[in-house]
């Protein structure tokens, strides 16, 4: 497969191109949009392999090219697999000599949330468009960190909440704007699961790793209420604890917040390991509308008070979420999600945390 170095320059220029746009200039567009962006996964745990890879299967604006990982066991099998060749195989510590590879053009972190910023930051100043997933990092100093890095060097940056992408999703947003059943006024959402994460290794038991239920899930409630309301909180309360602390000694087993937004709008929201909850519910001055489930990788669907159904969107999360990210890079327009997102959130998860530690305080943002 033949990738000249023309075409590596096109696609620098793609990721430039966004800052032209924003101040008024048109985007790059040339007949190289029609290539496939080559995307290479670092991590390759049970999002990569039951999740991402198959989506790429399903893109029509990028594939699969290549992996970086820390577990050698897994090379031959992702090789066999996908096609794999060689020199598009790295580890974390050669991460940075994918600069010198023309077959990838996007790098897509699935690392644990602690080491995310350090794998974006390396993706980034190696050249190469950056997706992260979520939460983008562990704080809001880590997020800014990964946002300085691509725009320093050029390239886009998106953050992987593939529900922004789902079709349900989207209708939700364009209620909260459009005001279809009048103003917001409430938005109740929880995401949990009862999980049992055994073995002191694993990551979502390891607070500096980015475990605990909000972190790990949090971020789901919380970007809901934001894009529901189409505003920013102002402040936040929030209070977490665990029950199996045997599991969860040092991390959030169960988090419960309250997100208050301008003109009185208020958010409760819920997230666990220890049981399962999974919706969206948002009131209105003139009626209601739900989405339940609202997060899982399928059937996302809904009601609204005047009997409208939103059924669920039979396509591929994944595979829609990375093919639209892919457009904005070929196209030289902002992604869905920019890292200014998952920044936003991050500041939010940091908050509850401190509301807690203070008994519940009203933690100001």
């Known amino acids: ?38 995307v290479a996964l670092v991590g390759l745990g049970r999002y990569s392999t039951g999740r991402l890879a198959p989506g790429l299967q399903r893109t029509e604006h990028c594939e699969l090219r290549g992996i970086v990982t820390g577990s050698p066991e897994k090379i031959p099998v992702w090789q066999e697999r996908y096609g794999i060749p060689d020199r598009n195989v790295y580890s974390y510590e ?8 023309d077959d990838i053009d996007v790098v897509y972190i699935v ?7 350090r794998d974006a930051v390396k993706a980034a100043e190696a050249g190469k468009h950056v997706w992260c997933e979520k939460p983008m990092a562990m704080d809001a100093d880590e997020c800014q960190a990964v946002i300085d890095a691509a725009r320093k060097n050029g390239v886009q940056l998106t953050i992987g909440y593939r529900l922004q992408h789902e079709p349900n999703t989207q209708t939700i947003i364009r209620y909260g704007r459009e005001e279809p059943y009048g103003a917001v006024t409430e938005v109740a959402s929880g995401a949990g699961y009862r999980g049992a994460h055994r073995g002191p290794d694993n990551w979502r038991r390891i607070a500096h790793l980015g475990g605990g239920a909000l972190y790990d899930m949090g971020v789901y409630p919380i970007n809901a209420a934001r894009y529901a309301t189409g505003m920013e909180p102002i402040a936040v309360k929030g209070r977490q604890w665990s029950e199996r602390t045997e599991m969860y000694g040092e991390v959030d087993e169960f988090t419960e917040f309250e997100l208050e937004f301008p003109g009185g709008v208020v958010a409760k929201g819920e997230t666990s390991f220890g049981k399962s909850t999974n919706y969206l519910d948002v009131t209105c001055t003139e009626g209601w509308y739900r989405l339940r489930p609202f ?3 399928s059937g996302v669907q809904g009601t609204t008070s005047d009997g409208t159904r939103l059924p669920p969107d039979p396509h591929h999360q994944q595979a829609r979420q990375m093919d639209d990210d892919a457009l ?12 200014e997102e998952g920044l936003a959130d991050i500041r939010i998860v940091r908050a509850i945390m401190e509301s807690s530690r203070q008994d519940g305080a009203r933690i100001a943002l």
């Open 328 to 339: 904005a890079i070929k196209e030289g327009t902002a992604p869905i999600v920019p890292g």
């Open 295 to 297: 997060q899982t990788y």
């Open 1 to 38: 497969m033949a990738h000249s170095s023309s075409r590596r320059q096109f696609i620098k220029q793609t990721g430039t191109a966004l800052a032209v746009a924003s101040v008024g200039f048109p985007a790059i567009l040339t007949s190289r949009t029609t290539e496939k962006l080559g």
């Open 94 to 101: 050669t991460l940075p000599e994918i600069a010198n590879n």
């Open 111 to 117: 690392t644990p949330p602690g080491v995310h910023a």
